[in-house]
């Protein structure tokens, strides 16, 4: 099993920036691939951007393109999302999971996160 506890989420203005973390603990050596979700109430589980653990290989979802930064440090078993320029449209609860292979569909992640709640208020 991996573990996966995420922090760093809170209440911010538009306009405003967060840094979420995600630390992953476990067999942590079966993980290839790291993404960041995300669930605004009453919607699905969405994709925000992911990051391949061993080349740093990163991609983004369209709306997040150029506002969020997707990072990893492989000593620490820790990813991070840099939110810049946040919107009102970006809250919700953010989940880090974890994959053995690389895909930006929930369903090819099979870990998860508890999640933290991103809130930006306009």
């Known amino acids: 099993q991996v573990q996966l506890v995420e922090s760093g989420g809170g209440l911010v203005q538009a306009g405003g920036s967060l840094r979420l973390s995600c630390a992953a603990s476990?067999?942590?050596?079966?993980?290839?691939?790291m993404g960041w979700f995300r669930q605004a109430p009453g919607k699905e589980r969405e994709f925000v951007a992911a990051i391949n653990w061993s080349t740093g290989r990163t991609e983004y979802a369209d709306s997040e393109k150029g506002r969020f930064t997707i990072s990893r440090d492989n000593a620490k078993n820790t990813v991070y999302l840099q939110m810049n320029a946040l919107k009102p449209e970006d809250t919700g609860i953010y989940y880090c999971?974890?994959?053995?292979?690389?895909?930006?569909?929930?369903?090819?992640?099979?870990?998860w996160g508890q999640g933290t709640q991103v809130t930006v208020s306009s």
């Open positions: 999971a974890a994959s053995d292979r690389y895909g930006t569909s929930v369903t090819t992640y099979k870990f």
């Open positions: 476990g067999r942590t050596y079966i993980v290839s691939v």
